[in-house]
Nanobody, 118 residues
């Protein structure tokens, strides 16, 4: 199982980006999918997570970020609007995947850099 993230880049404050993450490999089921981020010198933190019909956002991104999931494509998206310099970080996608009847694990993507700067 592999997760491949894309969509990062450089954007000015107030701008928008859309991150995508696709799950490749043998997937029996996916419980949750989401995005964590890690800014320089800081710990990795949850940005947004979707599990079933429920979503969870960090307080700092509520009202600006929207997470969505396409189960048919095993893909999770993060629409980021109103970006601020403090959103600058490496964004990691994650998913809790059952790849066999009796095996589940949390997987991580390679990270995509988001830089918000004028």
């Amino acid at each position: 199982v592999q997760l491949q993230a894309s969509g990062g880049g450089l954007v000015q404050p107030g701008g928008s980006l859309r991150l995508s993450c696709v799950v490749f490999g043998s997937v029996f089921s996916i419980s949750d999918m989401g995005w964590y981020r890690q800014a320089p010198g800081k710990q990795r933190e949850l940005a947004a997570l979707v599990a079933g019909g429920s979503t969870n956002y960090a307080d700092s991104v509520k009202g600006r970020f929207t997470i969505s999931r396409d189960n048919a494509k095993n893909t999770v998206y993060l629409q980021m609007n109103g970006l601020k310099p403090e959103d600058t970080a490496v964004y990691y996608c994650t998913a809790f995947i059952r790849s066999a009847i009796s095996y589940s694990n949390r997987y991580w993507g390679q990270g995509t850099q988001v830089t918000v700067s004028s």
